[in-house]
């Protein structure tokens, strides 16, 4: 079983600008799928990003042209570099593949878009 630790949320402004990182205990990438996902309070869970194993992406209307989804698969590691956020964008950010893996998911990383 994977584990998958997410890290770098936080408080930023409107506009402002966050890299999540979210760490895999093995190697997964190159033939796994991967992705982005978040949920805010009282929605459910999204797909926001997803990175294929040769490195396709592709994202949710709501953020294609401000987030960038990537991997380093020497340090299995996938980022979700998330610019020009809105208040919308507050959520509790996960990773996991994709499709996910019910038994993979972190604890999330939260993230607070507000002035």
């Known amino acids: 079983q994977v584990q998958l630790v997410e890290s770098g949320g936080g408080l930023v402004q409107p506009g402002g600008s966050l890299r999540l990182s979210c760490a895999a205990s093995?190697?997964?990438?190159?033939?796994?799928?991967m992705g982005w996902y978040r949920q805010a309070p009282g929605k459910q869970r999204e797909l926001v990003a997803g990175?294929?194993?040769?490195?396709?992406?592709n994202y949710a209307d709501s953020v294609k042209g401000r987030f960038t989804i990537s991997r380093d698969g020497a340090k299995n590691t996938v980022y979700l570099q998330m610019n020009s956020l809105k208040p919308e964008d507050t959520a509790v950010y996960y990773c996991?593949?994709?499709?996910?893996?019910?038994?993979?998911w972190g604890q999330g990383t939260q993230v607070t878009v507000s002035s």
């Open positions: 990175i294929t194993s040769g490195g396709n992406t």
């Open positions: 996991n593949r994709l499709p996910a893996w019910n038994n993979a």
């Open positions: 093995r190697s997964i990438f190159s033939i796994n799928a």
